[in-house]
């Protein structure tokens, strides 16, 4: 069965702190890992990450694929109070004609003042 | 806005009602996925149409279906609503997976 795991579920940390979130995944016909952010209601797309070794960045954002550990992180740095949310990492597959995300649980993240 | 649109966006209703909950996809995607939220669960996909065929499905329970129109919207039928229906439903679509999926904000069904 595919899994996605994602560590911690939650994390409280400062204002101006850096914060490392981790996804670990078995997931089978593998297309790509992608990084979402919930804060009310939609998810809202961050990364797709298809490569081993290459990182995305995106501000204060990065994030990086291992595709033999099968594992990625998403880090932020100088974390800002905005930056509280839950952050969702899902693998995207295909095969049999199909195609979807498998969602870790997520971590929810919460930045104090 | 995502221009995937969901309607309604809260519901609540009795145990062993039935409710129709409608997404319309982003302009040009034709595939159209269901998931549900749930505080302990997380994302769980439910089912996923392209151009109008079924094309996988989740934990869908036995009690749910859904449909794809040729207008491309798509409805999920919740039917003998339970207590532990209680969640946030989510649209998604895209025109290919390989460009990645756009969410609606989301419809709450709350059953008392």
């Known amino acids: 069965e595919d899994k996605v795991v994602q560590s911690p579920l939650s994390l409280v940390v400062h204002e101006g702190d850096t914060v490392t979130l981790n996804c670990s995944y078995e997931?089978?016909?593998?297309?790509?890992l992608l990084w979402y952010k919930q804060e009310k209601k939609a998810p809202t797309f961050l990364f797709m990450l298809?490569?081993?070794?290459i990182e995305k960045k995106s501000g204060r954002l990065s994030s990086i694929l291992d595709k033999k550990e099968l594992f990625s992180i998403l880090n932020i740095t100088a974390t800002q109070t905005g930056d509280s949310a839950i952050y969702l990492c899902a693998v995207a597959y295909s095969g049999g004609g199909a195609d979807g995300l498998t969602f870790g649980k997520g971590t929810h993240l919460i930045i104090q003042p | 806005d995502s221009g995937v649109t969901q309607t309604p966006k809260h519901l609540i209703t009795a145990t062993g009602q039935r409710v129709t909950l409608r997404c319309s996809p982003r302009s040009g995607d034709l595939s159209v996925y269901w998931y549900q939220q749930s505080l302990d669960q997380g994302l769980q996909f439910l089912i996923q149409?392209?151009?109008?065929?079924?094309?996988a499905k989740g934990n869908i329970l036995e009690r749910f279906s859904a449909q794809q129109f040729p207008d491309l919207h798509s409805e999920l039928n919740l039917s003998s609503l339970e207590l532990g229906d209680s969640a946030l439903y989510f649209c998604?679509?895209?025109?290919?997976?390989?460009?990645?999926?756009?969410f609606g904000s989301g419809t709450r069904l709350t059953v008392v």
């Open positions: 149409y392209y151009n109008g065929e079924e094309r």
């Open positions: 997931v089978t016909n593998f297309r790509s």
């Open positions: 998604a679509s895209s025109v290919s997976g390989y460009y990645g999926y756009t």
């Open positions: 298809t490569s081993s070794g």
